[in-house]
């Protein structure tokens, strides 16, 4: 039986790595700097990549990066996207790094034009092509939003989580009602998870089913679909079909 593919968030990985590994110095307890070994970075890198190979017990693996070039096409829709993250400090070993990783590992690297690693975990796990069954790796909760395997990268004991496609579409619309603060959309106005469930509660999973109560949601809240359609294509995680591999170009999403 072959091993499952591991499709990696290597954005979360790196950013810890050179987190962990960083170190504050002080000059004359005045002036304080932020110092890091690029080799204790890579150390701690390599690291968390051996942990993850062998707990799920396979070293069939991609390193999924975002691409950082400033073109990111929910920000061409959206110039708020992710904002409020603008001016804020990185780990000074993280550019350093990814280079490192980009230019010695390139054959385990993926990386899309204008795409976030979310989306290449997305499109990569959904691909009907794959026979080794992927699993995502990775912390970041949205990505319950891909039908198929995933292991929260935070959360190890909960195991390998299989997640149908009425579940995905569930989060996804969950997601386009809460927003994400941390990326910088806002979502429906007053909708938290709570709010959001209770909306969805006893309806269908189905994006023909739920798409309705969700624009619902948007025009009692002041907003037309329009609006409603533009946070749903922040809060989708592109799958497969989402993207058009010839013309590298992103398929935006549209509801049935």
């Known amino acids: 039986m072959s091993k499952p593919l591991l499709l990696i ?14 170190k504050i110095i002080c000059f004359d307890d005045d002036s ?9 970075a890579i150390a701690a890198f390599n690291y968390k990549i051996n ?6 017990g396979s070293q069939n693996y991609l390193l999924c990066f975002s691409d950082e070039g400033g073109n990111n096409f929910r920000r061409a829709l959206y110039p708020q996207y992710k904002s409020n993250r603008a001016g804020k400090p990185r780990p000074v070993a993280l550019k350093f790094l990814r280079e490192h990783m980009l230019n010695t590992d390139s054959n385990r690297v993926v990386l899309f034009p204008r795409l976030e690693a979310d989306d290449v975990m997305g499109i990569t796990a959904t691909d009907p092509l794959h026979f080794h069954k992927p699993i995502i790796v990775s912390i970041d909760k949205d990505l319950r939003s891909i039908p198929g395997r995933f292991f929260n990268l935070g959360k190890p004991d909960e195991g390998i989580q299989e997640i149908s496609i009425e579940d995905a579409d569930y989060w996804f619309m969950m997601q386009t009602l809460m927003g994400d603060a941390t990326d910088g959309y806002p979502g429906c106005p007053k909708f938290g998870p709570a709010t959001a469930a209770k909306a969805l509660k006893g ?39 989402d993207y058009d591999f010839v013309k590298q170009e992103v398929n935006l999403w549209v509801p049935e």
Do not use: H, N
């Open 32 to 40: 304080c700097f932020p110092q890091c070994s690029l080799t204790d």
């Open 203 to 241: 309806v269908p999973k189905t994006i023909k089913d739920m798409w309705p109560v969700v624009v619902a949601a948007y025009e009692k809240a002041g907003f037309g679909e329009d609006y409603a359609l533009l946070m749903a294509r922040m809060a989708r995680i592109l799958r497969d079909e």
């Open 9 to 22: 968030d290597a954005d979360v990985v790196a950013y810890q790595a050179c987190a962990g590994a960083e």
């Open 51 to 56: 942990f993850i190979t062998e707990t799920l």
